[in-house]
């Protein structure tokens, strides 16, 4: 096939509208059964990954994108750092193709899209102007910010180095697959709110459009890449069919008409839009980059035409970030992508719910949420899911602004001598036990920092018995059953606390004051040879903390 016919032909030649009704219809693209099945292999490999683990104790660290900022921020060199560099360069040389062959989002996504045609609910991606800078903003705080932060206070990169897996990220092979992912339950939330939901109220993909981080890194790295969608000019009739099947969102006919290429970084080379067209005019090949592409003689691509006003959009802008900043980290819990995919979702639902609640017809793409002044079943249905969803980040902002306080006033109160301490600490407790009596989910972390503020103030029990719901709620965290050690020795309770530093000893063996407290405590209570045993290990690790004086 030509694709190297000018482009002028492609103008000059008669065509039909893009939304002409004789168009021929829509071809099956053979591309689609293979790109499900590669996004299926995705979800087999990391089922297989998680087993190997299970079967063999050790496996290959996550490939996770997020690994990324370790590498950043801390010098390590992970496996998800090089999987993200060769995904780059690949990028950088065929296009977009592993958001749209290898993303488990991306797959999620589609799926819902899917569901969601097979119950009748068509989703097409919604366009927005400001809500679609958010992934900028997320990819600037997550990798920009604390290069800044760091370049201001005058430090230096710490320099790229490989870490073993007695450190907290591991480079390469790791005996805890989990130590820096979220909880299973967590992770299922992150894909029903980031691959489900997402679609209904965002459109098709619009986890990609309007919340993802890394898609902004393969969309700027797309425009440098030789391989796109290319047209010949003479056989295409400007029918629409591409634009049509396109799940990105794409006017197609419109790039092809005025570039002569795909040039949208959002294109995801899906390869639908190949499959589909009637006149076999569309073909993946090599040629000039997005960057040095220019638009035909007399060309403009057409406009797009967005759904919300700019107010509204300001009202959004507004929204996403707040929503961020509350859901972020809460209760220990909610990783960052899933505060991202919350704020996305509640900046749209918000403006719907403004538009439920004026006077006039509603809808969401094509679903009509009220009408004739009276409210469809789902229109109530996201009404009633919009206030719920307002009152719980209205709940989530107080407990996280009471922790943000409590925390403040803890720091002050160690800082002052103890004489004048009393004022802050009295502020920490009160910040902190609101925390810790609204909070919706208990977090080991708020225990054990009240607990540390209870121990400032005297209160040596009330510590103890906050520390042991913290070691429950988080029995993996050998630092909090360190610390409970400590103060069930305390209290006279030898034998608990050698309970609890033996497990410690075995979450994080390479810890070496873990092994110093348990020799010691172990010597007290006559048993010499384990002793000597944990002191000698310890002060291979660290000879310092093998030094450290016995704790009464």
């Not at 898609?215 to 440098?224: C, H, P, S």
Request: hydrophobic letters at 50%; glycine letters at 10%.
């Amino acid at each position: 096939m030509n694709h190297g016919t000018s482009r002028e032909a492609l103008v000059t030649s008669p065509r039909p509208a893009a939304d002409d009704p004789e168009a021929p219809l829509a071809r099956r693209s053979p591309y689609a059964r293979w790109r499900t099945a590669t996004l299926v292999l995705v979800y087999v490999l990391m089922a297989a990954h998680i087993v190997h683990w299970q079967l063999a104790g050790k496996t290959l660290a996550p490939l996770e994108l997020h690994e990324v900022m370790y590498t950043a921020e801390l010098g390590i060199v992970t496996a998800g750092f090089l999987f993200m560099a060769l995904a780059i360069v690949a990028t950088a040389v065929f296009g977009r193709f592993f958001c749209g062959w290898g993303c488990h989002l991306l797959a999620l996504q589609d799926l819902s899209a899917w569901l969601l045609r097979k119950l009748g609910v068509a989703r097409k991606p919604i366009r927005a102007r400001l809500i679609a800078w958010a992934p900028l903003v997320v990819m600037f705080y997550m990798f920009v910010w604390p290069q800044l932060e760091r370049i201001t206070a005058g430090q230096d990169h710490p320099g790229f180095r490989f870490a073993d897996d007695s450190e907290r990220i591991a480079s390469f092979t790791t005996t805890n697959f989990w130590r820096n992912l979220p909880d299973p339950w967590i992770s299922g939330l992150t894909f029903l709110v980031c691959g489900g939901l997402a679609i209904y109220v965002l459109g098709s993909r619009g986890f990609c459009t309007y919340a993802c981080p890394y898609g902004v890194v393969f969309g700027f790295v797309d425009r440098l890449a030789i391989g796109k969608v290319r047209v010949d000019a003479a056989l295409c009739r400007q029918c629409g069919t591409c634009t049509k099947v396109c799940t990105s969102g794409i006017a197609v006919h419109d790039q092809l008409r005025v570039h002569g290429a795909v040039v949208d970084p959002r294109c995801l080379k899906d390869l639908d839009c190949v499959g589909a067209c009637p006149h076999d005019a569309l073909a993946y090949g090599f040629g000039k980059p997005s960057l040095l592409l220019r638009a035909a003689a007399g060309e403009r691509a057409v406009r797009p035409r967005y759904e919300f006003t700019l107010g509204e959009e300001l009202v959004m802008a507004a929204v996403f970030l707040a929503t961020v900043f509350v859901f972020r980290g809460l209760y220990d819990t909610v990783p960052f992508l899933l505060s991202v995919g919350l704020g996305a979702l509640g900046a749209f639902a918000v403006v719907v719910l403004g538009r439920l609640l004026r006077p006039g017809d509603v809808t969401l793409g094509k679903r009509v949420l009220r009408s004739g002044g009276r409210w469809r079943a789902e229109g109530l249905g996201v009404g009633i899911g919009t206030v719920l969803f307002l009152l719980l980040s209205a709940h989530s902002g107080v407990v996280q602004f009471a922790r943000w306080r409590g925390h403040a006033a803890h720091v002050e109160a160690n800082a002052l001598p103890a004489v004048v301490r009393g004022p802050a600490v009295a502020r920490a407790l009160g910040w902190l036990t609101t925390v810790d009596t609204w909070s919706l989910f208990a977090s080991a972390a708020a225990k054990a920092e009240l607990a540390w503020v209870k121990a400032l103030a005297g209160d040596g029990h009330g510590a103890a018995t906050l520390l042991g719901e913290a070691v429950a709620l988080a029995p993996g965290d050998a630092g909090h059953r360190y610390y409970y050690a400590g103060f069930l020795a305390r209290q006279g309770d030898r034998a608990a606390a050698i309970v609890q530093l033996r497990e410690a000893a075995r979450l994080d063996p390479a810890r070496a004051i873990v092994h110093t407290r348990l020799g010691q405590l172990l010597r007290d209570s006559g048993d010499e040879e384990g002793a000597r045993a944990e002191l000698e290990l310890s002060a291979r690790l660290d000879p310092a903390a093998a030094a450290v004086p016995n704790a009464k």
